[in-house]
């Protein structure tokens, strides 16, 4: 089945940093790929997604790029915030019809320091 | 516009209790699922649905029932509560790619 495999935590960095969160996936067809983030106490928002090969999604200074080739959809932002501090979940969605589960990653805990 | 909305946002269960979970949705979605987040730990797939009268299992459904009669309401019922139940519950609905979340419902079991 579809499974997500994301970059284990947490990750510490200090602010303004470069930050890289790895993400690679295993599904049939082709599937939509997505960003979520969780902040403490809250459900889960959309942060960015892709929905085919070499699409890049991008808000909010963050981006990602739907790599078929590599089967990869890593997370990068240039310069972080301690306002990013939270927990990022890579997911992905089928594309075929009777495959309409959406598969998270384990999630990766994000702590920016001033 | 409400999105998902979950309720309870807390409960505290004694081992053996019943409840149901609430979720209702007001975006006309045909897809909802419910997952559960342990501590620490990433979303698990208990059930999900791809329209009224439609429901499939997830990864864990053990313990867990649910049903789907109308496009708005998915409930999960908690049948005999047991201490590994305890974890934050969050339903979802989704048209084409997004997903909208819930805000959650904190359960723990004693």
């Given at each position: 089945g579809d499974s997500v495999t994301q970059m284990e935590g947490p990750v510490t960095l200090s602010e303004e940093a470069f930050l890289t969160i790895n993400c690679t996936y295993t599904a049939t067809g082709y599937p939509s790929l997505f960003w979520y983030v969780q902040y403490p106490g809250e459900g889960l928002q959309l942060l960015l997604k892709a929905t085919k090969a070499d699409d890049k999604g991008s808000n909010k200074g963050f981006e990602a790029t739907y790599r078929k080739e590599t089967t990869?959809?890593?997370?990068?932002?240039?310069?972080?915030?301690?306002?990013?501090?939270?927990?990022?979940?890579?997911?992905?969605?089928?594309?075929?019809?009777g495959n309409e589960k959406l598969t998270f990653g384990t999630g990766t805990r994000l702590t920016i320091i001033p | 516009n409400a999105g998902v909305t979950q309720t309870p946002k807390f409960r505290i269960l004694k081992i053996g209790q019943s409840m149901t979970l609430q979720c209702t949705q007001d975006m006309n979605h045909n897809y909802?699922?419910?997952?559960?987040?342990?501590?620490?730990?990433?979303?698990?797939?208990?059930?999900?649905?791809?329209?009224?009268?439609?429901?499939?299992?997830?990864?864990?459904?053990?313990?867990?029932?649910?049903?789907r009669s109308t496009t708005e309401d998915f409930p999960l019922r908690l049948e005999l509560a047991a201490p590994s139940q305890t974890s934050v519950y969050f339903c979802a609905s989704r048209e084409n790619t997004e997903a909208f979340f819930g805000q959650g419902t904190r359960l723990t079991v004693v």
């Open positions: 990869s959809f890593h997370l990068e932002k240039g310069s972080v915030q301690v306002s990013d501090s939270a927990v990022y979940f890579c997911a992905l969605s089928g594309s075929n019809f | 909802m699922y419910w997952y559960r987040q342990d501590p620490g730990m990433g979303l698990k797939l208990i059930y999900y649905s791809v329209g009224a009268g439609i429901t499939d299992k997830g990864e864990v459904p053990n313990g867990y029932n649910v049903s």
